[in-house]
């Protein structure tokens, strides 16, 4: 008999469930008892343990919830079976314990510092010592796009010994929920101090203000306007953590286009395409080309969309609405349009019968948001300054810029990324694949969670 | 020139054809054949449209159905310059609605191009429309007020049709550039007039004329046979209905028959326009025999099947001196006899979308 998934959070109800202030109110105290009852008691270590024994899990094929994750998500998610294999597996291989150990060192400079009074060396002289407490209860407001966001939330929520209430955007509670399962088959305690619900945001406001009584801090993910609408709604106390949408670009150097290893360079530049269908904030909309007259960014733009369509047979992109479609399909016969127009300045390669894929290349730095979905442009600009003009207007939302250049270039390259604004620099191909410890949008992962205690000796 | 002699040679050819469709539509053989000529001769003008046709690998000296012709999209009225029309020979032009801080589309008239574009509208107006006796009132404001919009030079046209004054304009421009209504006269007039009404405007202009007429507590009895003719969408302008809500409020607040209702569909990039038609209690486009549709699927690019709904496509012979075929921002699906609108694409464009899709 196949494996089903059990019955035991609210998302397990169905999308169609209905649910009462009163079944809220009641979750939220459960969770609070559970918390205090399964989580308080326990040491880091004994976290750490549950974590990266699930991930391990999670890595093996025949494990009953990487199975229903990658047969049904497909349905469910509408990412193809591959991107959700990749994007599964990096997640869950970043998540052992020593990378949940570098994480806490890196954020609270001790591995005890959650359970008891500690101090790391550099503190030593100040005589005291110092305890991290995480709050009680967490709701999450997790974003419909890509799953990871919200089960690193839950992973960091537990890391803090803080009971969690999930809430996903509708249709999106399918891996959280998963992944809430898989941790409460490893320890059920543990898993009885999460739950996963999804509703429409905003449209239940009578159980989110429940949600906002009960809980000591609430984390967003969405538009600045839904930070905004969470942000008004909640009581003066409450700790709020909001994560504004965000986009990505890529920045290749000259150098990197005059080597010999261009053709890598293209298959990394199509990895961050196809990584998560390029739905996520981590993914480019732009990749940026120098350009000095030699046509080195037209070229990327064709090497990439020889590369694309070659990849499509192996790792599809998942089916996508008809508004997306539309959208792709419109954009695609405006730069069809445009090139006609101006040959020079403008070109675009697109899937043959489908929107699979798409790239645009345009002589010209003004920064582009994509219609997502695999539609990329390749932008010449002759400096990272052009570029830097070019992606003004998005210059307070950028998160992540995937750099290939020489690697003497390399640190210049990143001071000057960095002081513009990016809050993360990795090399193109890695762009949907951060380490444990990246800092979502440059803030801390944990400070922003804990209350600290400070003890002078 | 000479390529402009030839569109001008088309346009008459055309004017003199249209006169006839009345009693003898273009059959789909004829339309094929207009089509491409119309195709082959606006290319010669517009080098961007033959390159557009050999980059798809089309050969113009062999026959291709119309279908096949490259449409341009109503986004590229904003950016290029689309007409076959000599520029000291170009009197005046269409904008699409918008506000004054966003680009908007140009669509460019000469003399010849406004004789043809006035012998489509009328044409197909008056086969649809009885409004001679009527009386005739708009919700917008008047031409010289708005002289660049194709939906006012289209109900002043109507005016004239059913012989009524200047007075019949009851829109103001507002200090931001959008419309208003003045309420107290156009209420004023529909409490006495005994004639028939002819009575058109926008939708979101009829949702606030009718909220305005709750607020008041107005029902207007309006005398037997006038008619209620609404057109285009909202694009933030008042809170938004449904067709059947809009229609039904209508209903009631004019003491109307749902029949007595029609919506119009055009845009200033065409320059013929689809009256929808109830029949059955469904209501469908039409346009006349010289603009045909297509629809076509987002994601293959190819024609979509009945009850699919696809990309609006309207290939519009009248666009001689412009572009032949346009590709529109509405998605669509197939009828019997035409096709019925199915909402929008994302209003983003590529310049000014939102952040909300990452």
């Known amino acids: 008999m196949a494996f089903e998934i059990p019955n035991y959070f609210m998302a397990d109800l169905g999308p169609e469930a209905e649910f009462t202030t009163q079944m809220v109110t009641e979750a939220c105290l459960t969770l609070r008892r559970n918390g205090e009852h399964y989580l308080k008691t326990r040491d880091t270590a004994a976290i750490i343990r549950v974590l990266s024994l699930t991930a391990e899990n999670w890595l093996e094929d025949d494990y009953p919830f990487r199975k229903i994750a990658l047969g049904r998500g497909p349905l469910e998610t509408g990412f193809a079976r591959e991107v959700l294999q990749a994007g599964l597996d990096h997640f869950f291989g970043q998540l052992t314990g020593e990378n949940l150990e570098d994480l806490l060192l890196q954020e609270l400079g001790h591995l005890k510092r959650l359970d008891r009074p500690c101090a790391a060396r550099c503190e030593a002289g100040a005589n005291k010592e110092s305890l991290a407490t995480g709050p009680d209860l967490i709701t999450h407001y997790a974003a419909g796009n890509v799953p990871v966001p919200a089960m690193m939330s839950m992973v960091l929520g537990l890391l803090v010994r803080s009971s969690q209430f999930v809430k996903c955007a509708r249709g999106a509670s399918f891996i959280p929920r998963l992944f809430a399962h898989s941790l409460y088959t490893t320890d059920a305690k543990l898993g009885s101090c999460l739950e996963i619900a999804e509703w429409k945001g905003g449209k239940e406001k009578h159980l989110e203000d429940v949600l906002h009584q009960h809980s000591e801090c609430v984390t967003a993910t969405g538009s600045d306007e839904t930070l905004d609408a969470i942000r008004h709604r909640l009581p003066g106390r409450t700790r709020f953590l909001g994560y504004g949408h965000q986009v990505s670009f890529g920045y290749v150097t000259l150098e990197a286009m005059g080597g010999h290893q261009v053709k890598r360079l293209v298959r990394a530049a199509a990895d961050d395409v196809i990584a998560w269908d390029q739905l996520g904030c981590l993914s480019p909309h732009v990749f940026y080309v120098e350009n000095d007259g030699r046509e080195q960014a037209l070229r990327f733009a064709e090497l990439l969309a020889d590369e694309l369509e070659k990849r499509e047979k192996a790792v599809p992109r998942g089916e996508v609405s008809k508004r997306a479609a539309a959208e792709i399909a419109s954009r695609r016969s405006m730069y069809e349009v445009r090139s006609a127009h101006m040959p020079d300045t403008v070109r675009h390669w697109c899937s043959e019968g489908n929107t699979d894929w798409t790239v645009v290349y345009e002589n010209d730095p003004l920064f582009q948001l994509s219609c997502l979905n695999r539609f990329i442009y390749v932008k010449a600009t002759p400096t990272l300054d052009d570029a830097f003009k070019g992606a003004e207007m998005v210059r307070e939302h950028v998160s992540t810029v995937g750099l290939a250049c020489a690697e003497d270039e390399k640190e210049e390259l990143a001071r000057r990324l960095a002081r513009w604004g990016a809050t993360r620099i990795c090399p193109i191909g890695r762009m949907q694949k951060p380490p444990l410890t990246w800092r979502h949008d440059g803030r801390p992962l944990l400070g922003d969670l804990v209350r600290w205690t400070d003890w002078e000796l | ?358």
């Open chain 2, 1 to 358: 020139m000479e390529n402009f002699g030839r569109i001008q040679e088309f346009g008459e050819r055309l004017h003199a054809r249209m006169a006839r469709a009345g009693d003898e539509p273009l059959g789909d053989a004829e339309f094929d054949e207009l089509a491409l000529e119309l195709f082959r001769r606006q290319a010669a003008c517009m080098p961007t449209l033959e390159r557009l046709a050999v980059r798809r690998g089309l050969n113009l000296s062999n026959r291709v159905p119309w279908q096949q012709l490259p449409a341009i999209p109503t986004r590229m009225f904003k950016e290029l310059d689309l007409s076959c029309i000599p520029e000291h020979l170009r009197s005046t032009y269409f904008l699409s609605s918008g506000t004054t801080s966003e680009a908007r589309s140009r669509h460019w008239h000469g003399d010849e191009s406004m004789r043809l574009y006035e012998r489509s509208l009328m044409t197909w107006f008056h086969r649809n429309h009885r409004v001679e006796r009527h009386r005739f009132l708009s919700l917008t404001p008047d031409a010289s007020a708005a002289p660049n919009s194709s939906l006012v030079h289209m109900f002043d046209r109507f005016r004239l049709s059913a012989g009524c004054g200047l007075d019949s304009f009851f829109g103001r421009i507002a200090g931001d550039g959008s419309w208003q209504v003045d309420f107290e006269g156009l209420f004023n007039v529909l409490k006495l007039e005994t004639r028939p009404v002819f009575l058109v405007g926008t939708a979101f202009a009829f949702v606030h004329v009718l909220d305005e007429m709750k607020a008041r507590g107005l029902v207007f009895e309006l005398p037997a046979g006038s008619r209620l003719m609404e057109t285009g969408g909202y694009k933030g302008r008042s809170r938004v209905l449904t067709k059947e809500e809009l229609h039904g409020q209508m209903r009631i607040g004019f003491s109307v028959r749902l029949e007595d209702i029609v919506c119009e569909y055009g845009m200033s990039e065409l320059s013929s326009q689809a009256y929808d038609v109830l029949s059955g209690g469904v209501r469908e486009f039409r346009f006349p025999s010289w603009a045909r549709v297509l629809l076509v699927s987002p994601e293959t690019g190819r024609e979509v099947g009945e009850g699919e709904v696809g990309i609006l496509r309207v290939c519009d012979l009248a666009n001689t001196f412009s572009v032949m075929a346009v590709q529109t921002e509405d998605l669509a699906i197939r009828t019997c006899g035409g096709f019925q609108l199915k909402g929008r694409l994302a209003e983003a464009e590529p310049r000014g979308c939102s952040l909300m899709a990452a």
